[in-house]
């Protein structure tokens, strides 16, 4: 089967990019640099803070991996302490390597472009991502049909999008969709509350936060796939049976409680 990699991602300001486009003085803290950002912003947009997409920056990545006749993985990419540039690096790795099918949820709207705009920040490779038909892999003209890039290309299928039908006044948040889905949906942590958390030093706690908001994504791709007729009921079951029975095998304290939300 062609690997599918269900991902979510988690930023929070980028106070030194903040800095350098505001040339502010270097005694600002950071909190402070990040107030003054957040003031600006709702000076601009009437009343939103939040920062725009290349001044965010990632601080988790996060994959739900299904490939094989029956692997499946979920973990956040590196380690708590790497760089962002570490981290985009190891994503764009993975698609370099297994050319999977990209799953998300708003993933179009944001985690993508935020990847993109922070990868050529850093000056990241990303060959095979970028590939629209003109590349130097062996199936490259292939992607002229069917690439991550374009919208309506199915290499990567960002979910709220599709179902949407691209209107966004259509959009609805994976929480509230996964949650009627009888799926967990967001515990303990929402995109609002991770600043605070990683200027508090949990990055760990994001990481986790991220892995749930994966795995609901993937479990929504499943329930896809079993509308469109990609999956009948019994190929469904076995999947859902497939992914518990992983993260019943995990020690980490957030999959005891995603299991005990989802059995709820």
């Not at 950002?37 to 001044?55: E, S, V």
Request: with cysteine.
């Amino acid at each position: 089967m062609i690997p599918i990699l269900a991902f979510d991602i988690e930023t929070v300001p980028d106070v030194a990019g903040i800095r350098v486009l505001n040339h502010l003085p270097d005694k600002l803290s950071d909190r402070e640099v990040v107030e003054f950002a957040q003031q600006q912003r709702r000076a601009q947009t009437g009343g939103n803070d939040f920062m725009q997409l290349h001044l965010q920056q990632v601080v988790a990545i996060s994959c739900c991996m299904r490939w094989g006749a029956d692997k499946i993985h979920v973990a956040s990419i590196g380690d708590p302490n790497d760089t962002e540039e570490t981290l985009i690096a190891k994503f764009f790795e993975l698609v370099e390597t297994h050319t999977p099918q990209l799953v998300s949820w708003n993933g179009g709207g944001f985690d993508l472009p935020v990847l993109h705009y922070r990868g050529l920040i850093h000056g990241i490779s990303a060959a095979r991502y970028w590939d629209m038909g003109e590349g130097d892999f062996s199936d490259s003209r292939d992607f002229k049909w069917n690439n991550y890039i374009s919208r309506y290309h199915s290499r990567h299928c960002d979910l709220m999008d599709l179902l949407a039908l691209y209107q966004p006044r259509a959009n609805v948040p994976l929480d509230d969709m996964a949650k009627l889905c009888g799926f967990p949906g967001k515990l303990g942590m929402d995109g609002s509350k991770v600043w605070a958390a990683y200027h508090d030093g949990a990055v760990e706690e994001i990481r986790h936060y991220c892995e749930t908001d994966a795995t609901n994504t993937f479990l929504m791709y499943l329930r896809f796939n079993l509308m469109r007729g990609f999956l009948d009921a019994d190929e469904y079951e076995q999947e859902i049976r497939r992914l518990k029975n992983y993260l019943q095998s995990q020690n980490a304290a957030h999959w005891q409680v995603f299991l005990s939300s989802w059995g709820r």
